[in-house]
């Protein structure tokens, strides 16, 4: 059976760091600064701290910390408006400083109720954009 390798990248409130899981272990960089109004600025350091432990574009996790994230618990008005995760993504809109379109977001149904995790998908999206 194969070696199987696997990278994460963790933000932070104000800084980022890279971990390489293996069998044989976990490395993890030095956390460095970040400004999260301005990812474009660490992309250049975080591509070469990965490819500095051997990141050859296998599929990454990204790690977000808190302050990257907004959480809730709202009800939900029928079952089957639970079923459907756009339809969870307008409800959660309510709660959040963004549209709907732009966010990325996680549930947890219990019955009427739901929790719901999401992040602005835009600086997301240019970190990843940034790495390959």
């Given at each position: ?31 460095a ?66 549209a ?33």
């Amino acid at each position: 059976m194969g070696l199987k390798t696997h990278f994460l990248i963790l933000l932070e409130d104000s800084a980022w760091s890279v971990t390489k899981m293996t069998r044989q272990g976990i490395e993890r960089s030095e956390p460095a600064p970040l400004d999260p109004k301005n990812i474009r600025a660490s992309s250049g350091a975080i591509r070469d701290r990965l490819a500095a432990l051997g990141y050859r574009g296998q599929p990454l996790l990204l790690a977000l910390g808190s302050s990257w994230c907004v959480n809730v618990a709202m009800e939900i008005p029928t079952a089957r408006k639970g079923r459907k995760r756009e339809d969870l993504a307008y409800q959660l809109e309510w709660y959040l400083p963004w549209a709907a379109e732009e966010i990325v977001a996680d549930y947890e149904i219990h019955g009427s109720k739901a929790f719901a995790v999401a992040a602005h998908a835009e600086p997301l999206a240019l970190l990843l954009s940034e790495l390959q």
